[in-house]
């Protein structure tokens, strides 16, 4: 499942970052998900992520 961050919602509170450091960086004040883990959508840690970002910006598709 791909995984992704609405620039438009984010405002880099980091704490995806800080929870799955694996998957999402934050860089230039703004959450990304980091090279090559655009597919981690499935990874539980990366949907409590999304559950839990503050801003709800954390997209899961596919
Ligand atoms: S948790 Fe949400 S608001 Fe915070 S940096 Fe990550 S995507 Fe952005």
Do not use: H, W
Request: aromatic letters at 4%; proline letters at 8%.
């Amino acid at each position: 499942m791909k995984v992704s961050i609405d620039p438009e919602l984010c405002y880099g509170s980091n704490d995806c970052a800080y929870r799955v450091p694996a998957v999402f960086t934050v860089s230039d004040g703004l959450g990304a998900v980091l090279p090559g883990q655009e597919g981690a959508g499935a990874d539980p840690s990366v949907r409590d992520a999304a559950e839990k970002c503050p801003s709800q910006a954390i997209r899961i598709e596919g």
